[in-house]
């Protein structure tokens, strides 16, 4: 995959979730080069794909149950949908899906990954998904004010989407580590997750990072969301600033509860 690392790298650290629109329609250059991205990146990952659309996610977010996924007023939404024939189906629409959502933030366009509170049923009635398909997740595309409204600030506040674990609680070091591999983790550790659990953990060895999730506490919990999705989005980060500092590499991917090994080349 053609990685815009220093433009992705950025976003990495621009994005946050965000859940109240502000109705404006998409431009439809914006509206085409999202369809573009979404081409560029389908095919890079069998097992995942995204559908972006451009059309109002409304009826795909009411009557969901819960309080914490409100989404009001975005104009179009993307869908991230897997292959579960695949055994590496999550991480590859968590790693695939953040690629989405990264070049989304670059071109100035808010996001908001949603795994629970959605309705896949109403999805499916707006695109063709298979028998051997599900959709993992959503997110709204759209604008936002700069300001947050009072329900954002409480939603994200319900599951401390600001805050991050310090590093030292999510890696696991023998000896000193390279400048990329440091990058890399802390890129790894600003990924988005579901209820910002935050389940990875990064063990370093022989230039690589191995990814994997924190098996005590459960491979799902009861958001019902897998983390190895989660681990996907950071996986994702993790390459992006290899790249950046110059480090090319490659995932393998391992059995629970690891996720997966990158190996600088
Ligand atoms: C896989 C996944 C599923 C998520 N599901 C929801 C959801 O159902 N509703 C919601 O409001 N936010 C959802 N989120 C957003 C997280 O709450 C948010 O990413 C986290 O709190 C960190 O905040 P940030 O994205 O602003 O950095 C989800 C995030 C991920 C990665």
């Known amino acids: 995959?053609?990685?815009?690392?220093?433009?992705?790298?950025?976003?990495?650290?621009?994005?946050?979730?965000?859940?109240?629109?502000?109705?404006?329609?998409?431009?439809?250059?914006?509206?085409?080069?999202?369809?573009?991205?979404?081409?560029?990146?389908?095919?890079?990952?069998?097992?995942?794909?995204?559908?972006?659309?451009?059309?109002?996610?409304?009826?795909?977010?009411?009557?969901?149950?819960?309080?914490?996924?409100?989404?009001?007023?975005?104009?179009?939404?993307?869908?991230?949908?897997?292959?579960?024939?695949?055994?590496?189906?999550?991480?590859?629409?968590?790693?695939?899906?953040?690629?989405?959502?990264?070049?989304?933030?670059?071109?100035?366009?808010?996001?908001?990954?949603?795994?629970?509170?959605?309705?896949?049923e109403i999805v499916a009635e707006q695109i063709k998904i298979e028998s051997y398909e599900k959709v993992l997740s959503v997110t709204p595309v759209g604008f936002t004010d700069s300001s947050y409204s009072l329900t954002e600030k409480m939603m994200s506040g319900m599951v401390g989407s600001k805050k991050r674990k310090p590093l030292t609680e999510l890696y696991v070091s023998e000896a000193e580590y390279p400048v990329w591999v440091q990058s890399a983790l802390e890129a790894g550790r600003l990924a988005p997750s579901a209820v910002n659990r935050q389940p990875w953990r990064f063990f370093i060895e022989n230039n690589s990072i191995k990814v994997t999730t924190d098996a005590e506490k459960g491979i799902a919990d009861k958001s019902n969301i897998s983390k190895r999705l989660d681990c996907g989005i950071a996986m994702a980060h993790i390459e992006i600033a290899a790249l950046k500092n110059g480090v090319i590499g490659q995932w393998q991917y391992l059995l629970n509860p690891d996720v997966a090994i990158f190996k600088a080349k």
């Open 1 to 120: 995959m053609n990685i815009p690392a220093e433009r992705w790298y950025q976003a990495v650290f621009q994005r946050h979730s965000r859940r109240q629109f502000n109705k404006k329609a998409l431009p439809e250059n914006i509206v085409n080069d999202l369809l573009l991205i979404q081409e560029e990146l389908n095919g890079h990952l069998p097992g995942s794909r995204i559908v972006f659309k451009n059309q109002d996610p409304d009826a795909i977010f009411s009557g969901a149950i819960g309080s914490y996924g409100k989404i009001k007023d975005a104009p179009t939404y993307a869908a991230f949908i897997g292959d579960m024939r695949d055994p590496n189906v999550q991480e590859k629409v968590g790693y695939l899906g953040e690629c989405f959502i990264l070049e989304a933030t670059a071109m100035g366009l808010a996001t908001c990954w949603v795994g629970g509170f959605f309705r896949p």
